[in-house]
């Protein structure tokens, strides 16, 4: 096909989405850059259908409990290019990152000082912090949800069974302030057993996400934070499948000796404190 019989082919379905509502915004400006993808790799007919064949398989193995759609935005970084574009346009509000696909509604509730480990394999690890304003006042009473692997790398829903281990909820105190014990967080993979991880391998990318803990942070009149905590001096830091590390959210963690803990238990533990502040919504 000559050039101008390209660009015709373009400019007829563009004009065929006339309308001038936000769908039609959407959908002109996808097909503009998904045609320019086309032009700019000269896709050949088998690539076509290599690509057709691997959003089929994407489809397949997507369920309730996996969302390999999702996955393949994480590793093409447009999920967190999405949270970017949308990010608090206060700099002082903590920084936000991916939501990843394992957050459970009513998870169990601790209260301060509670342990959502639940179970979890891994060193005891003790988190406390303060959510605040942006301004520092205080956010009493603010809804904040934990979730994180365990020390084999493995969310509780990756399991067999029901089990509910590393994962909670608890709210703020008076003066914003909050502590609960989990354990110490691990790095893992993203599941790499489908079209993603094939993907990655055949492209010579690994599937490893630096260690981390998961928050979400809702309060009323403020905008809800989803983040991670990192932990600092992880080898994945540098080189995380999903990109979303940010040096704002990598904190060092504190490891103690047994013996030590404040609340009396006998082995090794870890800690570390993480503040949180929230934009006005
Ligand atoms: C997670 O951190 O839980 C995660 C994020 C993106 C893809 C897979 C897992
Ligand atoms: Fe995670």
Redesign the pocket.
């Known amino acids: 096909m000559n050039p101008e019989r390209e660009r015709a082919v373009t400019e007829e379905v563009v004009a065929s989405f006339a309308g001038e509502d936000r769908l039609s915004d959407v959908l002109r400006s996808l097909v503009r850059h998904l045609h320019a993808f086309a032009r700019d790799v000269r896709l050949t007919q088998e690539e076509w259908a290599a690509g057709i064949a691997f959003l089929t398989r994407t489809g397949h193995i997507t369920d309730d409990r996996r969302q390999e759609f999702?996955?393949l935005s994480?590793?093409l970084g447009l999920?967190m290019l999405t949270v970017g574009i949308n990010a608090p346009a206060d700099p002082r509000a903590t920084e936000s990152t991916?939501?990843?696909?394992?957050f459970v509604e009513d998870a169990p509730h601790v209260g301060l000082g509670g342990d959502i480990a639940f179970g979890a394999k891994g060193v005891p690890c003790r988190v406390d912090g303060r959510v605040t304003d942006v301004d520092g006042a205080p956010v009493a009473g603010a809804r904040i949800e934990v979730w994180e692997?365990d020390a084999d790398g493995f969310?509780d829903v990756q399991y067999d069974g029901d089990r509910t281990a590393g994962r909670g909820w608890l709210e703020s105190g008076p003066q914003g302030e909050y502590l609960f014990w989990s354990v110490r967080p691990s790095a893992y993979p993203?599941?790499h057993d489908g079209p993603v991880g094939a993907l990655l391998e055949a492209t010579g990318r690994h599937p490893m996400?630096p260690a981390?803990l998961?928050f979400m942070v809702t309060a009323p009149g403020f905008r809800t934070l989803i983040t991670?905590v990192f932990v600092a001096g992880d080898p994945h830091l540098g080189g995380d499948?999903?990109f979303?590390v940010k040096d704002s959210l990598v904190v060092d963690v504190a490891d103690h000796g047994a013996g030590t803990a404040p609340d009396g238990r006998d082995g090794p533990w870890s800690s570390f404190t993480f503040d949180i502040r929230l934009e006005r919504a």
Do not use: K, T
């Not at 991916?98 to 394992?102: A, Q, R, S």
């Open positions: 999702v996955l994480d590793v999920s991916v939501f990843g696909p394992f692997a969310y993203i599941p996400r981390h998961h991670h499948a999903v979303g």
